[in-house]
């Protein structure tokens, strides 16, 4: 009796032992079974193994209060979708990998024989994300689709695997899918780029939303076996339109949605979504800083040659001080960024920003992409060391070269201000604006570029914290609870 007293796992089909009753029945002396009659003993003991059988089912079934499987189908299938980077294409669905792991590994050792943990192989590249996130897609719904019909399923996703799992959890729930919502017993969502602030959390409740903003017809009828995970200060999945509009259209920009073509290339070759964001940052945070001291700028720039011209040494060493100040920030920013790239990322997420920044700063970065930047940065800093050599001879009492030194300074004072103030003032491609113009007349420039700004910062912030990568490990034994629990009590 020791062995019917033994707990069991759920699919556990050994039904508390029911052999031992037929095994007393099939105890009688063969003598009796000749006595009346009975079949061959070859055939009487194929009906009876038969007979076992059917009995073992059927007591299980009773015990357990499940569907049988057939056999070679387990009861469970759990598909774990890897997040970016975690899998690829030709990897092996059996081995564990990635956050997942945890869930798949935890799953296989509750469950044993009774769940088939699969890894589903698919790109899983940051870039071009939206087209690898497409197979994703195509392949887990072809999975589901090649599924024995008597098992059911868990999926579970982290990062794009959340964007892939989430979408076909969508399909099957709205019934465009090639399986049934009743099959699926539970679907886990970790950090998910489309994740709807209406969907229940594990763990601690986050504010706002995927950066991709949330799937529009929803989980429909799988809504209650839809759960999510989003770790605080988690971009990828906590943000909002209202909050930070220019990184929730550019998340949209970076997926694809909205029938936007995802941006995903430069001139080096394919660049991440993260990639570009950083850079983005760098951007903004460069003109936030620069566009403030663009009069002054101007006003220096026109009256550095006079300077020069002049002999007005210290004026001159003051200018050329004060226009590299100002021009230090897009002289860094164009050192860190592809300006192209990032043009060409805000002109495609403008669109979807509604409350404007993002084609105001699309439109400056355009105008900044087609400047020569970094001529003007070497005849700043030619001017300024030239100033400063005459300055030092002046204060010495070497008058002549001091004179000398500023003489060098003509040709360079001149060419950087015809390079600056054309880059500052000439209209330049189809924008109709000048870098000044759109810098100081639009009167929402200004709360745009803060507003650019101050979201760049808490995108840098986002980065370099690395919650998007650690932040969910103590949250993982909660998820696999609540997976267990729908397994058990789903029917």
């Known amino acids: 009796m020791r062995e019917a007293t033994r707990p069991r796992a759920r699919f556990d089909f050994s039904g508390g032992n029911p052999m031992r009753t037929h095994r007393s029945r099939s105890t009688r002396p063969i003598a009796q079974f000749r006595r009346r009659g009975r079949a061959p003993a070859r055939m009487t003991a194929a009906a009876t193994v038969t007979a076992l059988l059917a009995a073992t089912v059927t007591a299980t079934a009773i015990a357990t209060g499940t569907a049988t499987a057939a056999p070679g189908c387990a009861p469970v299938t759990a598909i774990m979708v890897p997040g970016t980077g975690e899998t690829n294409a030709a990897a092996n669905p ?23 943990v699969r890894y589903l192989s698919y790109p899983a590249a940051a870039a071009p994300y939206a087209s690898s996130q497409t197979e994703g897609k195509q392949v887990l719904s072809g999975l589901l689709g090649g599924l024995c019909s008597e098992t059911r399923v868990v999926l579970a996703g982290y990062s794009q695997g959340a964007d892939v799992a989430g979408d076909v959890a969508s399909a099957i729930g709205t019934g465009s899918s090639t399986i049934a919502a009743s099959r699926v017993a539970a679907v886990a969502l970790i950090a998910d780029p489309r994740r709807d602030s209406a969907t229940p959390q594990l763990g601690t409740n986050t504010d706002g939303q995927g950066v991709s903003g949330p799937r529009t017809q929803g989980f429909g009828s799988l809504a209650d076996r839809v759960r999510t995970v989003c770790a605080a200060g988690d971009l990828y999945c906590a943000t909002s339109d209202q909050s930070s509009p220019a990184w929730s259209a550019l998340g949209r920009a970076f997926t694809g949605e909205d029938s936007t073509p995802a941006v995903s290339t430069s001139s080096d070759g394919e660049l991440d979504a993260a990639t570009v964001a950083q850079q983005v940052v760098v951007v903004a945070s460069g003109l936030a800083s620069f566009a403030s001291g663009i009069p002054t700028l101007l006003g220096d720039l026109g009256a550095l040659p006079g300077a020069v011209l002049a002999g007005n040494i210290p004026e001159a060493h003051r200018l050329s001080s004060e226009i590299n100040t100002a021009f230090s920030p897009l002289v860094q920013l164009a050192d860190k960024a592809d300006l192209g790239l990032v043009a060409r990322a805000l002109e495609l997420a403008a669109p979807m920003d509604t409350s404007g920044t993002t084609a105001i700063a699309a439109q400056i970065v355009a105008i900044l992409a087609r400047t020569d930047l970094s001529r003007v940065a070497t005849d700043i800093g030619s001017a300024q060391e030239i100033a400063w050599r005459a300055t030092e001879k002046l204060a010495a009492g070497d008058v ?3 004179g000398i030194e500023l003489v060098g300074m003509v040709p360079i004072a001149a060419d950087l201000a015809a390079t600056a103030a054309q880059a500052l003032t000439t209209t330049s491609g189809g924008s109709g604006s000048s870098l000044a113009s759109a810098l100081t007349n639009n009167p929402n420039t200004s709360s745009a570029l803060s507003d650019l700004a101050r979201e760049g910062s808490d995108a840098a912030r ?11 490990d103590s949250t993982l034994p909660t998820v696999l609870d609540w997976i267990t629990n729908q397994i058990e009590h789903t029917k």
């Open 462 to 472: 986002f980065y370099t914290s690395g919650v998007h990568q650690t932040g969910y």
């Open 94 to 116: 059996a081995q564990p990998v990635g956050l997942l792991a945890t869930l798949g590994n935890g799953l296989a050792t509750r469950y044993g024989g009774d769940i088939d």
């Open 400 to 402: 002549l070269g001091a």
